[in-house]
């Protein structure tokens, strides 16, 4: 937190706006500090009045004699520039700007927005906002801010610290914690971000040892790869980076712009982003509450084998069909575990996973026989976490499970939560003691296993993290600077030498130049040229040429073609190529996003390309064990191991396909904007390319369609 230490530790705060009107920006600012009793100087500043609250009101912040840490602007839009030239010649190190009517609000608040970042560089001065609620330390009842992060109930101290591109709505996710009692450490709406930007406060907010969990409501970032990076660091630290991401929807992309005018990139490439890095996305209130709770109890489980037990075996199945979405799994008890349980467990019930100890069994008269089923069940090496369903268990019986519980957990490293629908003033003071024990408590057995899974993933991917820790070589991939799009014939020269396999080819000039002797049909002929990118609907293109007679045919047809269609376009010959017949074909491609940069994109390839939608990616460059895990999620992943009776294809080669594709992709960040492999076949042992095309980042790149 060096680095922004004294925005957030400031020793004085100087309030710009200030006003007989309590609503007013600066006015509630003032009002808020008083309250809370920040300990640093407060200076008021309207030349209207000459006291403010009790404190002496400056007419301007020249006038103020000591210096001033934070100046927080609660001035119209149209008199912010004027402040920033005071504070910028009174060297106040950080603006806070609450006032809205900047880049959101069209080509004048572009251009007062940037005149006021001109004036701040140029001073050495860092600004949040404008158009934000502020910023506010918990801990040292700094608020630099206005809104609903100034009104009761005031925060308590925590290791949370949240950060927010929309004030009203992150306050909410604020308010939702507080509720939970979950504490906070910063809140941060950061609005426009004209300067200092979500990544630089969540960057700052590692180095800060109080905070221990970071939750972030993003609309969109002008630089996605800066989250990629922040969240392995994140990672490597062990510190949970929570991230909701608003605008996930064309629909909701457009409010996003129209809300704060970020650029929101591609929700698949946030989603990438957040896979990569351990990211955990929420995308409801409560999931942001749960998964705190989930994560302040510092437990993970080793796997994704849960145990489940309950009176209700209608939670049961709720839970069952959530955790099976989430990827969890029912964990088989060992014979010792099954032995033990039917000895505490009523005849009744099921000693089985999800162990059903029937209605009643929680309770003071049975808290031995409680206590023995549930350790049991801790430590059966099978399972890697437990569930318990109290559902509505309440008053004492709900005491005396709670009692129960934490008394175990102390001594087990694996996760235990409880699911519990009682009113908390109907708990018997149960629901107090599971969370002085640090258990977590949440309101839905879904709710339960979704909390599970976010730990699961966490675990997995820092460990992940630690396997591959070190930077991908991308040296051995070459360097190419097309100026335009390249061929099909020079686009898999130049992949072959990245490292990936393609069809054997032979480029003709005409059809009595072909080789028929040299190949191996069927073929495939294709016209080759730059401009022409869609070969198919430009008849272009023959499959499945067997003899020569046809294969001089259809040279000629596809030239033909070619000449007639597309009279200007460079036709540089005809591609023939043997086909493949088999295996399973995939699309490979990598676009250069402007948010995130070159980003690898696999998925069920040829005709089920468009329809299906079965993709995958990540950003580039990633080693083979990411690729595996694109390959994992399609859904198409099952025939890659071989169905009715066909053998297993070279899942491997595919990836060593996407990680080769990912380093070119980087290395060539600047000179090609797309790559596009379609069909990548999967075969036996082996994964070839078929067809292939470099887009250039030339601007002069204009292909004929």
Not at 48 to 76: H, M, N, Q, W
Request: proline share 5%.
């Amino acid at each position: 937190m060096k680095q922004f230490e004294r925005l957030f530790e400031p020793r004085s705060i100087a309030v710009v706006g200030v006003s007989e009107d309590a609503v007013r920006p600066g006015s509630q600012t003032v009002h808020t500090l008083l309250r809370n009793g920040y300990e640093g100087q407060i200076y008021p500043v309207n030349p209207k009045y000459s006291t403010f609250e009790g404190l002496r009101c400056y007419p301007s912040l020249a006038a103020i004699e000591g210096d001033v840490d934070v100046a927080v602007i609660g001035v119209p839009a149209r008199v912010v520039l004027s402040v920033i030239e005071d504070c910028a010649a009174k060297r106040v190190p950080y603006a806070v700007g609450l006032s809205g009517g900047f880049r959101e609000s069209g080509a004048d608040g572009i251009a007062r927005q940037d005149r006021m970042l001109a004036i701040a560089r140029e001073a050495g001065m860092r600004i949040v906002g404008p158009n934000c609620l502020g910023v506010a330390n918990i801990h040292r009842d700094v608020y630099a801010a206005f809104g609903s992060i100034t009104r009761p109930p005031k925060l308590r101290k925590g290791s949370v610290s949240l950060v927010t591109q929309s004030g009203g709505f992150g306050y909410s996710i604020a308010l939702a914690c507080a509720r939970a009692a979950i504490g906070f450490r910063h809140v941060i709406a950061t609005g426009n971000e004209a300067d200092i930007d979500t990544i630089q406060f969540i960057d700052a907010l590692l180095d800060d040892a109080a905070t221990k969990i970071i939750v972030a409501y993003i609309e969109g970032l002008a630089n996605g790869r800066a989250l990629l990076h922040l969240g392995q660091r994140a990672l490597a630290l062990g510190k949970p980076l929570l991230v909701w991401k608003g605008g996930v929807t064309q629909q909701g992309a457009r409010a996003a712009a129209s809300h704060t005018a970020n650029l929101t990139g591609s929700y698949e490439f946030y989603q990438a982003v957040f896979k990569q890095a351990g990211i955990i996305e929420i995308g409801e209130i409560h999931e942001a509450v749960d998964f705190i709770k989930a994560f302040q109890a510092q437990k993970f489980p080793q796997g994704r084998r849960v145990a489940v037990m309950g009176g209700s075996g209608g939670s049961a199945i709720v839970f069952a069909d959530a955790a099976e979405r989430c990827g969890l799994t029912f964990s088989t008890f060992s014979e010792q575990t099954r032995r033990t349980l039917s000895v505490v467990v009523p005849e009744i019930g099921a000693v089985h996973n999800p162990v059903d100890f029937t209605a009643g069994y929680i309770a003071g008269g049975n808290a031995a026989n409680f206590a023995t089923a549930v350790q049991t069940v801790l430590d059966d090496h099978n399972v890697d976490a437990v569930c318990l369903n109290f559902a509505t268990t309440a008053g004492a019986s709900c005491l005396a499970g709670a009692q129960v519980l934490s008394g175990l957990v102390d001594n087990t490293a694996k996760p235990v939560f409880v699911f519990l629908s009682t009113p908390p003033s109907e708990t018997g003071n149960g629901l107090f003691v599971l969370e002085e024990a640090n258990i977590p408590v949440l309101g839905s057995p879904v709710r339960v296993a979704r909390a599970l899974a976010a730990l699961a993933t966490y675990r997995e991917a820092r460990e992940r993290c630690a396997i591959t820790s070190g930077e991908i070589d991308v040296s051995s991939s070459p360097t190419i600077d097309p100026r335009a799009t390249l061929s099909e014939a020079d686009s898999k020269a130049v992949l072959r030498r990245a490292g990936i396999a393609s069809t054997r080819d032979v480029l003709v000039r005409c059809a009595d130049d072909v080789p028929f002797e040299k190949l191996r049909p069927p073929f495939a002929v294709k016209i080759v040229s730059p401009d022409i990118l869609h070969k198919t609907e430009m008849g272009g293109v023959k499959l499945n040429v067997r003899t020569q007679a046809e294969l001089v045919a259809a040279v000629q047809d596809v030239l033909d073609s070619a000449k007639s269609l597309a009279p200007h376009a460079r036709v540089e010959g005809v591609l023939v190529s043997e086909m493949i017949a088999e295996g399973f074909e995939l699309l490979a491609g990598t676009v250069n996003d402007v948010v995130f940069g070159p980003v690898v994109v696999v998925g069920a390839g040829g005709t089920h390309a468009e329809t299906l939608h079965d993709t995958a990616c990540r950003l580039a460059p990633f080693d083979e064990r990411t690729a595996r895990d694109m390959i994992d999620e399609l859904d198409c992943r099952p025939i890659l191991g071989g169905t009715r009776g066909k053998p297993a294809l070279d899942v491997d080669a595919v990836a060593r396909v996407l990680a080769a594709l990912s380093r070119f992709a980087w290395q060539n960040r600047e000179t090609v904007a797309e790559v596009d492999i379609n069909p990548l076949f999967a075969l036996p042992n082996s994964a070839i390319a078929a067809d292939a095309l470099i887009v250039g980042r030339s601007p002069a790149n204009t292909p004929i369609n």
